[in-house]
């Protein structure tokens, strides 16, 4: 076997399936979606907003509005590629019943991200819906937010795969999340800007997927420029590819041994 | 015999990639058809070993076009690991194998194209109902449109599950769940069947279910191979088995040409009950029985039962006299210690 992966057309049988499971919850599902950040961009934008004032030209709840559009795509996209696979994969035995059909690890763990990547773009697009009807988007070049997000909902899903390929029970989870998840969304500049911390701590957040993300996104919705976007896009992009291919060896040696 | 919808499920979506994945089998025979057809499934030397230990050492296996073959053998034997090998899903540490003329694991997903598989564990989606489930399963063989709801009722229909299409899994009882199954497992109109103990865990009703669809499924030119620890289902099923120990064939050939090679056609079987002993009674007139013992049970093997019956019925004692079956060949050449 080699060692890239080689998904087929057939990871989208894998998609259609958890997109078929979704439909049966999408009332909830995209109530949660939009009441959430609404929720949030209310509370804390408003009320923590008037503490803050506006940060540049940016009004406070602008600054943030922007900055849930990412960590809500990061969350969402971890949380499906984590927990819900895991199910699918150890409890469901839907992973076991698709391997006897003629599809491959790599066609289940592509179609998985790509699944969990759509689902942190359905958040991410009901953030932006509430944020553009409260005035908080500049122009309608902030549609270009979307396709960033999907790419890094796809990346942070990889990665979170990765978890999950390691993972003998739901506790392991934590690991990523204490030790990965939230530093990276507190450092990573979506609550205030990344330039309040020390150099090195910049230095080191700047390592990670999510503050790339916030500077591809952030300047497109709140009509700013973009800075470096070929090395922000690239980085999400890399953490994409190795995420991919490590999970997808990780799991072809867990589940065809 | 079974029915199935239609000639062939394609449809609007995806009908080149539909009619290549469903090569139809259970077709009545064609004469210009060779007599002996290559077989289906070629295993030579197959070894599979996990750390040090070989689970799998050098298996040999030959299974016929439109047989039923059975894998028999004790709990560890290496049943499971051989079906796993033959789909794909574990790869050897040596030998050769080849399933539906694809060399495996290197083609695997081609041959699973043709292939169903009845797990040994359920694996129906809990997320799904009867129908949904199907409908899921049968996409992932890319298989779609409006006949594939023709096939799915029929398939509905073949498993007794007619009026339960919208039941969730989990209110399902375990017969059903297996029957389900059986059926999913054959949305693709597979030229093989795989199934691992099939039958496991099942009341007698349900059992005779799966029996009689089985033998359906063969008669119609489907091959089967399965793996049971039952010797009355193998004995009843199967055409050829192989019986496996320790990860080796020990005997391969049909239920009959085992029993007569290995067993003698006789057996007598006798309880020990406290303070009362016939084994050794038995010990001492017993010269042309072949005595067997296991744990209380003596079984007694002779080419000619007449003395043995006499002296039995002499002796006042109760016995079982009966023709040698399976599980006679099976214990003998596995043993009688317990497994793990």
């Not at chain 2, 209380?296 to 040698?324: K, W």
Request: net charge neutral.
């Amino acid at each position: 076997m080699s060692v890239v992966p080689r998904p087929s057309f057939r990871s989208l049988a894998v998609w259609q399936r958890n997109l078929r499971v979704w439909r049966k919850m999408w009332i909830p599902s995209t109530l949660g979606n939009f009441g959430e950040p609404l929720l949030y961009l209310l509370a804390f934008g408003y009320g923590f907003g008037q503490l803050v004032g506006d940060l540049g030209q940016l009004p406070y709840v602008a600054f943030l509005a922007s900055g849930i559009i990412c960590s809500s795509a990061l969350f969402t996209a971890s949380f499906e590629a984590m927990y819900s696979a895991f199910t699918r994969m150890a409890n469901q035995q839907s992973w076991s019943a698709m391997l006897n059909a003629p599809l491959l690890v790599d066609d289940i763990v592509f179609g998985e991200v790509l699944w969990a990547a759509t689902k942190g773009l359905m958040s991410a697009t009901a953030i932006l819906l509430v944020a553009a009807v409260m005035g908080l988007v500049a122009d309608w070049r902030a549609l270009w937010a979307l396709p960033v997000v999907a790419l890094s909902g796809f990346a942070f899903a990889a990665c979170a795969m990765v978890v999950t390929a390691l993972a003998r029970s739901y506790d392991f989870f934590l690991y990523f999340f204490t030790l990965i998840l939230t530093p990276m969304l507190l450092t990573g500049g979506v609550f205030f800007p990344r330039e309040q911390f020390p150099e090195w701590l910049q230095i080191l957040a700047y390592i990670l997927p999510l503050p790339h993300v916030i500077e591809l996104v952030r300047p497109l919705l709140t009509g700013g420029s973009l800075h470096q976007p070929w090395l922000n896009l690239a980085v999400v992009a890399g953490y994409g590819l190795i995420g991919l291919i490590t999970a997808t060896t990780l799991i072809r040696r867990r589940m065809v041994c | 015999m079974m029915e199935w919808p239609g000639s062939s499920v394609v449809d609007d979506g995806v009908p080149a990639a539909y009619d290549e994945a469903l090569p139809r089998v259970s077709a009545p025979m064609q004469l210009e058809q060779p007599v002996a057809a290559a077989p289906l499934v070629i295993a030579r030397g197959l070894y599979k070993c996990y750390g040090t230990q070989p689970v799998v050492d050098g298996v040999d296996l030959e299974v016929r076009q439109g047989e039923c073959f059975g894998l028999l053998g004790p709990n560890g034997a290496g049943k499971t690991t051989t079906l796993r090998m033959l789909l794909g899903l574990t790869p050897p540490d040596g030998g050769e194998l080849e399933v539906l003329g694809e060399p495996i694991p290197a083609r695997a997903r081609e041959a699973r194209v043709q292939i169903g598989v009845v797990p040994q564990f359920d694996s129906l989606d809990p997320d799904f109902t009867v129908r949904e489930n199907l409908i899921t399963y049968a996409r992932y063989f890319g298989l779609r449109g409006r006949r594939l709801g023709t096939r799915i009722a029929a398939l509905l229909a073949l498993a007794n599950l007619e009026g339960r299409e919208d039941t969730p899994i989990a209110a399902l009882s375990g017969g059903m769940k297996r029957r389900l199954t059986l059926v999913r497992a054959l949305v693709n109109e597979p030229r093989l069947v795989v199934l691992d103990e099939p039958t496991t865990g099942l009341d007698p009703q349900a059992r005779h279910h799966i029996w009689r669809r089985l033998r359906e499924l063969r008669d119609a030119g489907t091959t089967l191979i399965m793996t049971t620890h039952y010797m009355e289902e193998a004995e009843r099923l199967c055409d050829r088995l192989a019986i496996l120990d320790a990860g080796r064939v020990l005997a391969c050939g049909t239920p009959r040409a085992l029993i007569q090679a290995h067993i003698e056609p006789h057996v007598i079987e006798l309880t020990d009950t406290p303070g009362h002993r016939p084994s050794d009674v038995v010990a001492s007139w017993a010269s042309g029985v072949r005595v067997h013992r296991a744990g209380d049970l003596v079984l007694l093997y002779t080419v000619d039962p007449g003395p043995v019956l006499r002296a039995l019925n002499a002796a006042g004692l109760r016995y079982l006299h009966r023709p040698a079956n399976l599980e006679d060949v099976f214990l003998k050449l596995t043993g009688h210690e317990l497994r793990d």
